[in-house]
């Protein structure tokens, strides 16, 4: 009895910051519902960079100047639409800059906010 009881407490305190407090507008975002897709990832980023030094040692570096320059400018030109689209979302739903409490709400404009943060993330 008591082994289903310690399940019972640790489904629920895994439950308890990933579906009781998650933002129920997001839920189907990718990357959102469950931690182990970013665990999965931080998972393949720690393999790359372990194993990678030793998987390209033999090839010659490539030349990539121009392709970093063309990624770099359109990180430059996304992160300012995204600076846009914040700055007209909030101004037109009345946003307090200092501070105010969160809005959980349908409305157009407030998923149109938290879809751009979430590329804020990615970006």
């Keep these: 009895m008591t082994s ?3 399940n019972d407490t640790k489904t629920e305190s895994y439950s308890y910051p990933f579906a009781d407090l998650a933002d129920e507008r997001t839920q189907d975002w990718p990357l959102v519902k469950s931690p182990w897709n970013i ?5 393949l980023y720690l393999l790359m960079v372990r194993y990678a030094p030793k998987w390209t040692a033999r090839c010659k570096p490539l030349q990539l ?3 970093l320059f063309c990624h770099s400018l359109a990180m430059i030109f996304l992160n300012g639409y995204i600076c846009l689209e914040f ?7 009345g946003y307090n800059f200092a501070c105010q409490e969160c809005r959980v709400s349908h409305d157009p404009h407030e998923i149109r906010v938290s879809w751009r943060s979430n590329w804020e993330l990615r970006s």
């Design 4 to 6: 289903s009881m310690g």
């Design 39 to 43: 665990i999965a990832l931080l998972a």
């Design 65 to 67: 100047r121009v392709p």
């Design 87 to 93: 700055l007209t979302a909030s101004l037109s739903l």
